[in-house]
């Protein structure tokens, strides 16, 4: 049969059109972009658990399933970032293929990466719509692939809640339109609310201060709930502000996120703590910003 890639247009979750890379075989069109690395290819788990579940295709190249178009879409705006911002390519930075599947199981209300791909489900439609309908969800989910591939930070604690802030700071940043995490796809009948923000945690019953961690079991000891704290730190060393008596300048998304993703891949480690986070974002900016610069000043003060 035939390869070759096409440029195939849907709508996604949000009623918004657009195009992304498809492979037709034969004659049939395959939701399979052979452009970028060894390819992203997304799936169908048609309401079931079996994984990745079915190729998504079509006979037109014009595709309708929109969880399936934001999931494919959006992976290639998560590869390509990593790409241009990191020089990383895809997941392993050895171009790994990236395998995406939605309508997983029924009223599923989860997104998740399972060690060898990720998985958005569709919803209750009341708590979530389609998962893979924010760019900031796609790039939260693929951002756990990387720290698998590199810092493999222990899905426990407080590496686990650092594991948690690594994907929601990058999956922002490759949106980079507002401080908040899955404000697309949470609560579909409430405007302007989100699953998390960064700019202020506790809006969402989250910390946003190591004295105020929780230190129970639930949620892998609250991976979802500490990850406010190093979120938040994140946050003042972009945006700045002043927080607990103390005023930082921000120093803009890029240069943070230069120095979270650096301090990722070359310093944390699967048993990091918050101590050794901060440890490590302070080395990172002074290795990619010198000793005494702005972004050094704001990282200090901010962690
Ligand atoms: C921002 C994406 C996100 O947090 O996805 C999850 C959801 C919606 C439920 C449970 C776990 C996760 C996750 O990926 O950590
Ligand atoms: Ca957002
Ligand atoms: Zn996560």
């Known amino acids: 049969n035939i390869l070759e890639d096409l440029t195939g247009t849907g709508t996604g979750v949000n009623g ?38 079915s190729l998504l295709t079509s006979s037109t190249n014009v595709w309708s399933d929109r969880a399936g178009v934001d999931a494919h ?6 590869y390509d970032y990593y790409l241009q911002h ?16 939605v309508h997983y199981y029924t009223s599923y209300n989860n997104a998740f990466w399972n060690g060898s791909q990720i998985v958005f489900g569709d919803g209750d439609g009341t708590v979530f719509t389609l998962l893979s309908g924010d760019l900031d969800v796609v790039g939260h989910e693929l951002t756990h692939g990387v720290t698998e591939n590199t810092a493999n930070l222990e899905y426990y604690g407080e590496p686990g809640a650092l594991n948690e802030s690594f994907s929601d700071i990058i ?53 979802h709930t ?20 103390v005023t930082v300048a921000g120093i803009g998304r890029e240069d943070a996120v230069q120095i979270y993703y ?27 910003f010198g000793a005494g610069s702005a972004q050094v000043t704001a990282v200090t003060r901010s962690v």
């Open 16 to 53: 918004d059109t657009k195009t992304f890379e498809t492979r037709l075989s034969g004659s049939t069109y395959q939701l399979y972009d052979n452009t970028r690395g060894k390819g992203i290819v997304t799936y169908t788990a048609k309401n079931r658990t079996t994984l990745p579940g």
């Open 73 to 78: 879409a959006y992976a290639e705006r998560t």
């Open 86 to 101: 990191f020089g990383r390519n895809s997941l392993d930075n050895k171009g790994l293929q990236i395998r995406s599947s």
């Open 171 to 223: 999956g922002n940043s490759i949106e980079g339109e507002n401080w908040l995490v899955g404000d697309k796809v949470y609560t579909p009948g409430i405007p302007g609310d989100a699953l998390r923000s960064l700019a202020n945690p506790t809006l969402y019953g989250q910390p946003d201060k190591y004295s105020d961690r929780y230190t129970g079991t639930s949620d892998n000891g609250g991976v």
């Open 226 to 245: 500490n990850s406010g704290i190093n979120n938040k730190a994140f946050y003042l060393v972009a945006q700045g502000g002043t927080f607990n008596g």
């Open 262 to 288: 650096n301090a990722l891949v070359y310093y944390l480690t699967t048993s990091s703590d918050f101590s050794a986070a901060r440890a490590a974002v302070i080395q990172s900016a002074t290795e990619l």
